[in-house]
């Protein structure tokens, strides 16, 4: 299958940094890359909805100035999590696909903020 | 109705057993059905899928039975072995212009040696 990755694999910050996470297909063009929350042995929850060169649609409920999604091209997506809070200590999952194809999964990206 | 209900939450197998997992969904525009794999740890895998135009679909020893009267589809895997422990989630897609993923609640499998 298509190769996506994350970098960084995991991340601690300080209460009130910003953290970037990027998220690249290596083998693939993607015209649409996804973003999910997935908390311990939970599910993985949609946080947005990003297309090359368009502004990211987010689902109900995430805020859109906390998570910004920027997709500059179609191998690169990132996601800043601005002024991060102990709450946003989650796993961050990237996913991408080319349109009408399968969505192949970033190994993730462990955020901890103290 | 964007909601798809998986069961059970865990699951315990011996080595050599089946293991079903069962997903449940309302959305009828949802066209795409895959199941994920996920280790601790690290992003899901995608397993196999199916389309609501197929009953069945068999890749080694994962098959994916498809119900679309019935809105259900479930995961078999047959000779279950140890290293397939790990969380399993179906998921479906559809109704979207984006094709998004809606998943499973996910299910804990352990395959006793």
């Known amino acids: 299958g298509a190769v996506v990755s994350q970098h960084p694999s995991w991340v601690i910050c300080k209460s009130g940094t910003s953290v970037k996470i990027e998220c690249r297909s290596l083998?693939?063009?993607?015209?649409?890359m996804f973003w999910y929350r997935q908390f311990p042995k939970q599910s993985l929850m949609l946080m947005a909805t990003?297309?090359?060169?368009?502004?990211?649609?987010?689902e109900q409920g995430v805020e859109k100035d906390k998570f910004l999604i920027n997709h500059a091209s179609l191998t690169l997506s990132t996601l800043t999590v601005t002024s991060a809070h102990p709450e946003d200590s989650s796993f961050y999952i990237c996913?991408?696909?080319?349109?009408?194809?399968?969505?192949?999964f970033g190994p993730g990206t462990r955020l901890t903020v103290l | 109705q964007q909601q798809v209900k998986q069961s059970p939450q865990s699951l315990i197998v011996q080595k050599g057993g089946i293991s079903i997992i069962n997903c449940a969904y309302e959305?009828?525009?949802?066209?795409?059905f895959p199941w994920y794999q996920q280790f601790p740890g690290k992003g899901p895998a995608l397993l196999i899928a199916?389309?609501?135009?197929?009953s069945e679909k068999k890749e080694g020893r994962f098959t994916i039975s498809f119900n679309k009267s019935a809105k259900q589809f479930s995961l078999h895997i047959m000779d279950s072995q140890p290293g397939d422990s790990a969380t399993y989630f179906c998921?479906?897609?559809?109704?979207?212009?984006?094709?998004?993923?809606?998943f499973g609640q996910g299910t804990i499998l352990t395959v006793h040696p």
């Open positions: 990003s297309n090359e060169g368009s502004k990211a649609t987010y």
């Open positions: 199916i389309r609501p135009d197929v």
């Open positions: 998921a479906a897609r559809g109704g979207t212009s984006y094709g998004k993923l809606t």
């Open positions: 959305n009828t525009a949802f066209d795409y």
């Open positions: 996913s991408a696909r080319v349109a009408g194809g399968p969505l192949f």
């Open positions: 083998d693939f063009q993607a015209t649409t």
